[in-house]
């Protein structure tokens, strides 16, 4: 199908109409009237996606923001009817039914009939004004920044000051991040509950009792419930939780302090300097070709091709909104990198695991339509997580020493062991929140402070800072930004702690298993997803108990 660029309402509203007008007459002219409805969808979402990347490579730009806010404001509320009244058609179409035999299908459909029984279209303002208020989070974070020694820094730039060896230097950086922090403390509240009111408004009006039961429904999860969630919270509790504590009480140790404030958390105990794994953007792009070179030639030749493709923002600058994401371009097939390297192991970790959703992407393009590309997170961050794990085989590409070597892995696999429980956290929080949509501040801060006792170690020391503590979720952009996803990093972990074992116990194998996975994009359901990459969607505690075994195990091989 032929579309008029550049989009607006008007030219948009047409191609929908004319797809909704369609009647096709046969099972063949269904699956082709299909793949007119995919054409669009993509070049919709692509276009979508590069008002973001621009306006999020440059926060400061308001030609970019205008773009954006046109989008969610102005364009994507004139589509949603039209949109709603396409997906109906599709299920309701007599030649649907008989496509259900087919897996792919039959998901695509389960997915469309959950979009037509949430729409409402006294919700298509609410969610509008969503997007706005998720850019402005995105806006006071970018414009975040701290001088010290007479220079300025992003706030990612001065965390690095937080590895330094002098804990004057840590004490006095973490400082000015904070109070910098602090500075936007009551405009993020506020804004966090414009937030919560609307997201509870929305679900009501959608007929649920509260929003996270209607994001269950919205994010399609199918295959596990809130209470599967709170299972899994206190399997971390209970099998983690013990595991950090024991890091954190030899950290202290090895520092020889009586007391670890925050800013001793990221330094190495033992006093040695900061990793450094690469210079500049460019460097850390050279140095992990080379790493996925020793791993699986594609995924290096897949960043290969964004470099030439010019689909990589990898430094962080003044301006630049904070964190890293990968941003697939649904029309080109083609995925899109950005994050905020300022030179330390953790921008390692964060170009691999964008660099894994990137694979993914490649993976998936041959898929017949863009429905079956849009994976569920938990089989997104599979691939992501995993690649973190499985490119460690390479990383001697950013450490030429073998104790550097070692020490790198370490703090990999210990930096796993903290991320739970702070998973855990953030989806305990979120759950408690929108099950009471009416909280005031002081109840929700309360509320914060109590996860993060039962998830924490107790033993970093916030008196007298402890806003910094109170806080410390206003750093976690998917609370604002994407709200319910975040649960899928901890079971994408297990997963991918997984596909690692498979990989060093049969690499051949366990590397064919997990391209394979991502290959199927979302035409399987995602325990048939983890089974074809030969490891089991399952976040018991007897399984947590299982691989964080093997984790102690090569951790232990590490010393």
């Known amino acids: 199908m032929q579309l008029q660029k550049p989009f607006t309402a008007d030219n948009l509203k047409q191609a929908f109409q004319a797809l909704i007008d369609y009647a096709p007459a046969g099972p063949g002219e269904f699956r082709n009237w299909l793949k007119d409805i995919s054409t669009l969808e993509s070049a919709v979402s692509e276009d979508l996606a590069w008002r973001y990347i621009r306006m999020t490579c440059d926060t400061a730009n308001k030609d970019y923001e205008a ?7 102005n364009i994507q509320p004139e589509l949603a009817p039209l949109e709603d009244q396409l997906n ?3 299920v309701e179409s007599p030649f649907a039914k008989a496509e259900e035999g087919d897996d792919a299908l039959r998901i695509y459909l389960r997915g469309l009939k959950s979009a037509v029984e949430l729409f409402r279209e006294e919700n298509i303002p609410i969610q509008a004004e969503l997007s706005t208020l998720a850019q402005e989070y995105s806006s006071i974070q970018g414009a975040m920044s701290v001088e010290y020694n007479g220079q300025t820094f992003t706030m990612q730039q001065a965390s690095n000051f937080l590895m330094k060896t002098d804990r004057a230097i840590r004490e006095e950086v973490w400082n000015a991040m904070q109070n910098r922090r602090k500075q936007d403390t009551e405009k993020l509240e506020d804004l966090f509950d414009k937030m919560v009111a609307l997201r509870h408004k929305l679900a009501v009006n959608a007929g649920f009792e509260n929003y996270r039961d209607y994001m269950f429904k919205a994010l399609g999860r199918f295959d596990y419930t809130p209470a599967d969630c709170k299972a899994f919270h206190t399997a971390i509790e209970e099998n983690v939780v013990p595991l950090l504590k024991e890091t954190m009480q030899k950290r202290k140790a ?24 690469f210079e500049k953007g460019e460097d850390l792009l050279n140095k992990s070709l080379n ?17 030439e493709k010019k689909l990589l923002d990898l430094e962080s600058r003044l301006g630049k909104a904070p964190g890293g994401y990968n941003y697939p371009l649904a029309e080109t097939n083609l995925p899109f990198i950005f994050m905020n390297a300022s030179g330390n192991l953790r921008d390692v970790e964060t170009l691999v695991h964008e660099g894994g959703h990137a694979v993914h992407s490649f993976l998936m393009a041959p898929l017949e339509l863009n429905a079956f590309k849009n994976t569920p997170s938990e ?17 001697n590409a950013y450490f030429y020493n073998e104790q550097e070597l070692k020490r790198a892995k370490s703090e990999q696999l210990e930096g796993i062991i903290s991320t739970l429980p702070w998973i855990a956290t953030v989806d305990a929080f979120q759950h408690w929140i929108y099950e009471n949509p009416g909280h005031s501040r002081s109840e929700r801060a309360a509320q914060w402070l109590e996860l993060s006792r039962r998830f924490g170690t107790g033993l970093v020391d916030y008196t007298g800072i402890e806003d910094a503590l109170t806080y410390s979720w206003h750093k976690q952009l998917h609370i604002f930004e994407v709200p319910f996803y975040y649960v899928e990093y901890g079971m994408a972990q297990l997963g991918a702690i997984g596909v690692w074992k498979n990989c060093l116990l ?14 199927l994009g979302y035409t399987k359901s995602i325990p048939d997803i983890y089974e074809t990459a030969g490891i089991r969607f399952d976040f018991s505690a007897a399984y947590i108990s299982e691989l964080f075994s093997f984790v102690n195990a090569e951790l232990a091989s590490l010393e």
């Open 506 to 519: 049969k690499p051949e194998q366990g590397l064919e298993m997990y391209k394979a996975a991502l290959k």
């Open 254 to 277: 090895q520092m020889g302090l009586s007391t670890l404030k925050p800013w001793d958390t990221a330094v190495d105990p033992l006093g040695r300097e900061p990793l450094k794994p």
């Open 291 to 307: 790493c996925l070179d020793s791993v699986d030639r594609f995924f290096a030749d897949c960043l290969r091709t964004m470099r």
């Open 88 to 90: 109906r058609k599709v």
């Open 67 to 73: 773009a954006y806010l046109d989008f969610v404001q």
């Open 379 to 395: 089989v997104a961050e599979l691939a992501s997580m995993s690649m973190e794990l499985i490119s460690m085989k390479g990383w």
